[in-house]
């Protein structure tokens, strides 16, 4: 009897990363820097100082290839890292394709998606300069889970302000963020200034990402002990995700595999940034044909509609501005169940390398993500975010087209987290009643 | 610097378990056999035939110490097994205990849940002798799931009865098993005369899995191209479990440790016997002083507070008579969140083994059991399910003995299951609104 077919590319807990990979080292071109909203001059290290530590804001702008990482993070990440590389057997069969499909599982981790690996670090950053309580902000609600699970491990007072979209739609997740010991707040809230303008314009606002974050942000600034924690975007998040790419760099060999796709969906782009950056580094070399595509969703196409312009990270304007794509922001993007999506804007390091041509994107309507979803569970046994359902559209559709050319092409993508919290989307889904929403630009500045 | 510690212990696909441990080969004493409930005589092969494919009711019965696994089901497996095992480090520093806690965790299959060990195996002996539809129950949702999901790799048609209490406090996981494209109906149901005759005597009746078995054997009985499938108690289940176990052995060999005690919670005794019983093999020959200790809800306590005699598996009596530990077949359990330990009898061979005086048992009510899962859930980063917080507590509780002690004790538990399903019960104990119910023997029969 032949041998089985391998499917779990499993690593030794020590092989897992010991530095993070730093992109801005191996940059053909330098990112453009974020400007002040007054003077439109670069902003220096202390515009920054109000809401992070100091060794956080040195990695946003730090140019070292390799960052190390501290022990008491790589120990906290023992929890759940290394993740496993997933060789997609049933899929493959059910798809009939000769592409060989990978993907890395971040569902593993305990807020159930890639936010930990952030999480954790930006937790031990501020508890080592003696910072008390964390604030951020969350759509979906798996980085508000991810900060909350941080917190209780280094003993960090967490408040959450949740998307009130998710909030409702969700309340499980809030009470799993209530479960690790942290406080949920749903945005827009009357709780800070930026939340009551937004009440103001719009009572009825299902708010967004770009509203919490000014909620969160302003309570940083108004407080000095405590920072703010963001989930995304910033050079020092997506920094932090890429042990993702790194362990799968090491199991795609084991895998006797290389990728000819990198697959990740995107909203600010961590978790496509996490899987992708270290594999991006030889083609940044030239030493590489592999192709990386960013995936989201078409109602909030910010790569793929968005305009490449200096933009506010946040929605009251609060934020340096940042050189992004952008649909502007004062847009409100549709209530998809993909919440952790839904964010005007996308990092500026993978806008750079976007319009720099080593990435491309793609967006898709959220029916046809779900169809991908429900048959990758029933092939692999894993029921998918509604966010990285993108992810394995996109997969699927790599592994089709490979039919249709006879090509064997190998396809990694980053499964980013489990559905297990999304169940009332899934419900949705299967009674026909989701909508595909049409992106509709709006570009009017919210009042301020 | 010194070597971090090892957390997890992971065994390479290969070490995927070839045969099920069959602990019957090893008894003292044979176990006492199932009677027909009108000649009170031990019942043959055939009056199982309309419920069970031939190859089960073989296994039931057996004798073999080892029954090989078809490589259909271990190719299954390999979707989520060989699982963890992990050191609960971090539960471990909290308690500041000398003990050292090991856990395996059995949340990382698709159910999230021990459950599809049997369900995958039970779908493919029942796809290898033609059927092609599959009826069960379940309580807490975890097995109605795991047979969902095995029903869809193997291409069966599944209906699943569920506890009405589970269906309305547990709506998600009724959406899971659908997402694998099985049917769901609360249970009791009018669909069945077993049903509608419990609800002719209650109306308002909350379930329990005894009915929801009455109404499943049935509507297997009245149709010839289904079958039946029990998530737990028979001979067959357990057998299917004891993966997990013969995994643990090579895992805890791999950590250079012995468990000192073995435990896991106990509903039908499934998840327990399939940690327990590898272990039990060295205990029975006489060459371990390894303690066993199964965990059962106070207000269901059927190994501490049950009879030990002959006994119905259902409700309604259409079962054949079990020798068991019970509460009596008419025995309503309390609506307590851990659903899947709401059952009035225990395993036949859970119970022969614990009269046989190796195993203990110890029974806990839920608020303790939530307060244990919320600790090792901010140390570990895994939100148990309410059944596996039994286990956790009564590990704990071994831990503070030990640290009493100064002794050094070796734990072993197993996490049957996650609790991303249970987040209404975790807002219930938060907010101090969960009951402690107590036992109360309910000895009249049910009215039939």
């Known amino acids: 009897?032949?041998?089985?077919?391998?499917?779990?590319?499993?690593?030794?807990?020590?092989?897992?990363?010991?530095?993070?990979?730093?992109?801005s080292a191996d940059l053909p071109e330098p990112l453009p820097p974020p400007l002040h909203p007054a003077t439109k001059e670069p902003i220096g290290p202390e515009a920054l100082a109000p809401l992070f530590p100091m060794e956080l804001i040195k990695?946003?702008?730090?140019?070292?290839?390799?960052?190390?990482?501290?022990?008491?993070?790589?120990?906290?990440?023992?929890?759940?890292?290394?993740?496993?590389?997933?060789?997609?057997?049933?899929?493959?069969r059910a798809l009939d394709t000769p592409a060989r499909i990978y993907y890395k599982y971040e569902g593993v981790s305990p807020a159930g998606s890639h936010k930990p690996n952030t999480a954790i670090a930006q937790a031990f950053y501020n508890k080592a300069e003696g910072i008390n309580r964390l604030v951020t902000e969350t759509g979906a609600g798996q980085w508000g889970s991810a900060l909350a699970f941080a917190g209780s491990l280094f003993d960090l007072e967490t408040k959450v302000f949740m998307v009130r979209i998710s909030y409702e739609q969700k309340p499980y997740r809030r009470s799993f963020i209530q479960t690790f010991g942290a406080t949920v707040v749903p945005s827009p809230s009357t709780e800070t200034n930026a939340g009551r303008t937004i009440l103001e314009s719009d009572p009825d606002s299902t708010g967004s990402l770009g509203i919490a974050?000014?909620?969160?942000v302003e309570v940083a600034a108004t407080h000095d002990d405590t920072k703010y924690c963001l989930g995304s975007v910033l050079n020092h998040v997506l920094l932090h995700q890429t042990v993702i790419g790194q362990e799968a760099i090491k199991?795609?060999?084991?895998?006797?595999?290389?990728?000819d796709v990198v697959i990740g969906c995107a909203g600010g782009g961590s978790n496509f940034s996490g899987i992708a950056f270290p594999f991006l580094r030889e083609k940044l070399a030239g030493n590489s044909r592999t192709r990386f595509l960013a995936?989201?969703?078409a109602s909030c196409p910010s790569l793929t509609q968005g305009e490449?312009?200096?933009d506010f990270g946040d929605t009251i304007g609060s934020t340096p501005l940042l050189k992004m794509h952008t649909l502007g922001n004062g847009f409100r993007p549709a209530p998809i169940h993909a919440g952790g999506l839904r964010y005007h804007g996308m990092a500026p390091m993978v806008s750079h390398l976007y319009e720099l041509g080593f990435i491309?994107?793609?967006?898709?309507?959220?029916?046809?993500?779900?169809?991908a979803a429900i048959q990758f569970a029933r092939t692999e046994g894993i029921i998918p975010a509604p966010e990285a359902s993108h992810a394995i559209r996109a997969a699927i559709d790599e592994a089709l087209e490979a039919r249709e050319a006879a090509q064997e092409r190998v396809i990694l993508f980053n499964l980013s987290g489990h559905g297990y919290f999304d169940m009332a989307a899934y419900d949705a889904y299967l009674a026909g009643q989701l909508v595909?929403?049409?992106?509709?630009?709006?570009?009017e500045a919210v009042a301020v």
Chains 1, 2 share one sequence.
Request: aromatic share 12%; charged share 25%; proline share 9%.
């Open 1 to 23: 009897m032949s041998q089985p077919q391998q499917r779990r590319f499993m690593l030794p807990e020590s092989d897992l990363p010991t530095h993070f990979y730093n992109i």
């Open 59 to 92: 990695q946003e702008v730090s140019q070292e290839r390799f960052i190390e990482i501290p022990e008491e993070v790589r120990e906290a990440y023992r929890i759940y890292r290394p993740s496993p590389l997933i060789r997609a057997l049933g899929l493959e």
């Open 213 to 216: 974050i000014s909620e969160a």
């Open 251 to 259: 199991q795609m060999a084991m895998a006797g595999d290389q990728p």
């Open 295 to 297: 995936v989201e969703p």
């Open 308 to 310: 490449y312009r200096y």
């Open 360 to 371: 491309e994107a793609r967006a898709y309507a959220q029916n046809t993500c779900f169809e």
């Open 436 to 443: 595909d929403v049409a992106y509709e630009p709006q570009r």
